[in-house]
């Protein structure tokens, strides 16, 4: 299995948004333009994407959401597993139900991106990887999703994203 680690893209500060709750923080039409750029450079690395899931919080959805039309109009799963107000245990656990051949993508957040990349890879929930603002990590796995059981590809910054040449 292939698992792409998403970080949302440049989302409103919760006092410039006026929208008030955090769940509720839109991304900046900057963030937006940046995430269009790296979901369309993503495609050289990724040949598609089999499950598209996002945390339930809009800077989240609203990135999957970019990132689904870059490979096509995919669905969007919203699942609260992936929202930092969860363990990383509960998302492995969620991630460990789909086939050893799917190519997932998970849009989330930080800390709990980093804590699911560190259980991934180590079986431990620490801070392995710190996730940037539309930061983008590839872990594979020799059969389905499981605690320890990954093996990192590659980590990529917004930047480093945007950068990488289109087919």
Request: proline share 7%; charged share 25%.
């Amino acid at each position: 299995m292939k698992l792409l680690l998403v970080r949302h893209a440049i989302a409103e500060d919760a006092e410039s948004s006026g929208a008030g709750a955090d769940a509720l923080r839109p991304l900046t039409e900057i963030g937006r333009k940046k995430m269009r750029k790296g979901a369309n450079r993503l495609r050289s690395q990724v040949d598609g994407i089999d499950v598209l899931a996002c945390s339930p919080r809009l800077r989240a959805r609203e990135t999957a959401g970019i990132i689904a039309r870059a490979f096509g109009d995919l669905p969007v799963l919203e699942r609260p597993e992936l929202d930092f107000s969860c363990p990383p245990e509960a998302a492995a656990a969620w991630l460990g139900q789909y086939p050893a051949e799917a190519v997932l993508a998970a849009v989330g957040h930080e800390p709990h991106l980093g804590l699911l990349a560190g259980l991934l890879l180590t079986a431990i929930p620490c801070p392995l990887i710190a996730f940037r603002k539309g930061g983008v990590a590839l872990l594979e796995f020799p059969g389905r999703v499981a605690p320890g059981e990954g093996v990192l590809h590659w980590v990529l910054t917004a930047g480093q994203l945007r950068g990488l040449k289109q087919d």
